[in-house]
């Protein structure tokens, strides 16, 4: 820390400190700097393009001095005056920027305020291509930064061998196109701690991204949520494959949000805090209520995308939605992976036509012997289809056998109105012709006899 002296006519004296001052900025290396911004007022305005350069850059602020940008490349040469006052490495693959006899202002002794807004690309090696560098906007693609995330040193550190590289690199290009990144795109600054399946969670939602271990080979893959043109492809689980009831959760339009309220980095207020409310005026026609909803996307830089984001939200979550977890015989559950889509039987009726929602499988869990548990929820939007069970064609001779008793349903039917006869299904198995029933009825040998 240094001084100037001043006086003025009365005789007083004021005094200019200056100082040298090392600021960290944090993993490099960087690929530009666009601002800096003291105590509230942006004092130079770049970009700043490294272009692959490994020495320092010398940017001077008029009136005030020079700060000497380190890039936070892995050659880096340490600062020459930090050295003149006090050993000092070079930290490299640290980009830092030091002030160099800065002047700091008039009976001024401590540091200004200082911000700077900076670029830097995703560091990682799963994802190559135009996929992985920053777009016009200074925003990296999302599976870049998932990429980054997983396997930097200073994220999860996984080796690249744990992962199914052609998956993340296929997703990676699929949303690189002018609409998706205008979405999807991101500029995430980490400053505290956080569960990676958070941020995995809060990144994937909109962009409808998966991630799964492979049971083949145990590699971590990744993939969207794409149903299949043909939905008869895909497996249907039927009610002759539950083995136990099914429950599940379910929401109405007039249950959804009738408005948002998003907030993010608005790179036009020098990326300060912003939000944006918007309507959501369908639900609104159908709530019962007013509901808000706060969404918080810090890693969203434009306005224009925060809107994008919550008309996105309204899109996914109109038409209602249907989720919970089935109990299915093992030798039907066992081949749906977390990721993959299957058709559910929701029309129960024994013997019938019926109706199957595509569903989402976000979860299974199983022991080493029993049932498989699928925790799923419901496409976004869809209308269930048709089905048909199968007809049985066989003789009696040839009836398969009857299965295990886990792998029973108990039907409840209501209460028979007036002098109808009680019937109570006790319990149903997979061959459609087989079922046990109990037969309440009036014997007509007198009042109240069954």
């Not at 200074?138 to 599976?143: M, S």
């Not at 979405?183 to 939602?205: I, M, N, Q």
């Not at 929820?377 to 009696?396: G, I, K, L, Q, Y």
Request: with cysteine; proline share 7%; aromatic share 8%.
């Amino acid at each position: 820390m240094g001084s100037s002296k001043s006086s003025s006519s009365s005789g007083s004296s004021s005094y200019d400190y200056f100082g040298t001052i090392l600021i960290g900025l944090g993993e490099g290396p960087l690929d530009a700097l666009v601002s800096i911004i003291e105590d509230g007022k942006e004092i130079w305005h770049g970009p700043l393009l490294r272009n692959g350069a490994t020495q320092p850059s010398l940017i001077t602020i008029a009136d005030r001095g020079n700060l000497r940008l380190y890039w936070g490349t892995s050659d880096q040469p340490a600062n020459a005056l930090l050295a003149t006052f006090e050993t000092h490495i070079s930290y490299k693959d640290r980009a830092y920027i030091v002030a160099e006899d800065f002047l700091l202002g008039r009976e001024r002794t401590n540091s200004p305020n200082w911000e700077f807004i900076a670029r830097r690309a995703p560091r990682q090696s799963l994802v190559t291509g135009t996929a992985a560098a920053l777009d016009a906007n200074g925003q990296a693609n999302l599976v870049a930064f998932a990429a980054e995330l997983v396997t930097s040193p200073t994220g999860l550190g996984l080796p690249l061998n744990r992962f199914y590289a052609p998956s993340w690199q296929a997703v990676a290009d699929a949303i690189d196109t002018t609409d998706l990144r205008s979405l999807l795109a991101c500029s995430p600054l980490l400053t505290s701690r956080e569960k990676v399946r958070t941020l995995f969670e809060r990144f994937g939602e909109i962009a409808q991204i998966w991630a799964r271990r492979r049971d083949s080979d145990g590699l971590i893959e990744l993939g969207r949520w794409l149903p299949p043109e043909d939905l008869d492809t895909l497996p249907l689980i039927t009610a002759d494959d539950f083995t136990d009831d099914l429950e599940f959760d379910t929401t109405d339009m007039d249950m959804l949000p009738t408005e948002y309220t998003i907030e993010f980095t608005d790179g036009e207020r020098m990326h300060k805090a912003s939000s944006e409310r918007v309507p959501d005026l369908a639900a609104g026609r159908l709530a019962v209520e007013a509901i808000a909803e706060n969404i918080s996307h810090p890693e969203i830089t434009r306005r224009d995308q925060a809107r994008r984001v919550v008309a996105e939200y309204m899109r996914q979550r109109r038409g209602g939605a249907l989720q919970g977890t089935i109990q299915v015989r093992r030798s039907k559950g066992r081949p749906i992976c977390p990721g993959d889509y299957f058709r559910l039987d929701i029309d129960t009726i024994p013997d019938g036509g019926g109706l199957a929602q595509l569903v989402r499988c976000l979860g299974r869990s199983f022991g080493p012997t029993g049932p498989i548990a699928l925790e799923f929820c419901s496409e976004p939007a869809s209308a269930p289809v048709p089905f048909a069970h199968a007809w049985v064609d066989a003789v009696p001779e040839e009836l398969p056998a009857v299965p295990p008793l886990y792998y029973q349903r108990s039907i409840s039917l209501p209460q028979a109105a007036g002098d109808a006869p009680t019937l109570t299904v006790l319990a149903a198995r997979p061959a459609d012709d087989v079922t046990g029933l109990e037969v309440l009825y009036d014997n007509d040998l007198g009042a109240g006899t069954y």
